[in-house]
Antibody, heavy 122, light 108 residues
Framework: QMQLVQSGPEVKKPGTSVKVSCKAS????????VQWVRQARGQRLEWIGW????????NYAQKFQERVTITRDMSTSTAYMELSSLRSEDTAVYYC???????????????WGQGTLVTVSS | DIQMTQSPSSLSASVGDRVTITCRAS??????LNWYQQKPGKAPKLLIY???SLQSGVPSRFSGSGSGTDFTLTISSLQPEDFATYYC??????????FGPGTKVDIK
């Protein structure tokens, strides 16, 4: 079945970077886009950015523009999200999600990865 | 940026109740509106896409309607497994996708 499996929890110090991976299976990775969303405890879902897997084109939310890099490795069907200059407010669960209808302008997110908890603490 | 609001922020309902959740966009988004269900400690799950299309495998008691700026998610007969938080998401602006603040549905 379609599945996204993310890397494990991370604990980082302020000012450092974190890189979260998201491995896809069960669908054509190269024909899809991958979205990244985060959720702080008790808060709403917050969109970070996305990558079109085939072309490698990316688009980032303005809030994260300076600090985020989303990449992909088509040979392993894996997408990555790296966030730099971490601060305590970045503590959240980070999700990846497949966007398999982006070419038709759909941009609905399905399926989602299980989430990766990133804790930023000194 | 397109802002999304939802009402109510929370509601209490009983099994078998009809539940309606409203989502409003700050500008017209045509039918570029999706609904997700999230249970505690779990990833969101797609329920409805393009305002009214039911995702494969989602029970038919879920339905969506609306276009422009006003949208609704309806659960025709609430089941025990439906107690969760529901989020709307606009996909009109591909430069900045945004989610609503969520509506928590709990047991009365």
């Amino acid at each position: 079945q379609m599945q996204l499996v993310q890397s494990g929890p991370e604990v980082k110090k302020p000012g450092t970077s974190v890189k979260v991976s998201c491995k896809a299976s069960g669908f054509t990775f190269t024909s899809s886009a991958v979205q990244w969303v985060r959720q702080a405890r008790g808060q709403r879902l917050e969109w970070i950015g996305w990558i079109v897997v085939g072309s490698g084109n990316t688009n980032y939310a303005q809030k994260f523009q300076e600090r985020v890099t989303i990449t992909r490795d088509m040979s392993t069907s894996t997408a990555y999200m790296e966030l730099s200059s971490l601060r305590s407010e970045d503590t959240a669960v980070y999700y990846c999600a497949a966007d398999r209808e982006y070419l038709t302008g759909g941009n609905w997110f399905d399926p989602w990865g299980q989430g990766t908890l990133v804790t930023v603490s000194s | 940026d397109i802002q999304m609001t939802q009402s109510p922020s929370s509601l209490s309902a009983s099994v078998g109740d009809r539940v309606t959740i409203t989502c409003r966009a700050s500008q017209s988004i045509s039918s570029y509106l999706n609904w997700y269900q999230q249970k505690p400690g779990k990833a969101p799950k797609l329920l409805i896409y393009a305002a009214s299309s039911l995702q494969s495998g989602v029970p038919s008691r879920f339905s969506g309607s609306g276009s422009g700026t006003d949208f609704t998610l309806t659960i025709s007969s609430l089941q025990p497994e439906d107690f969760a938080t529901y989020y709307c998401q606009q996909s009109y602006s591909t430069l900045q996708f945004t989610f609503g603040p969520g509506t928590k549905v709990d047991i009365k």
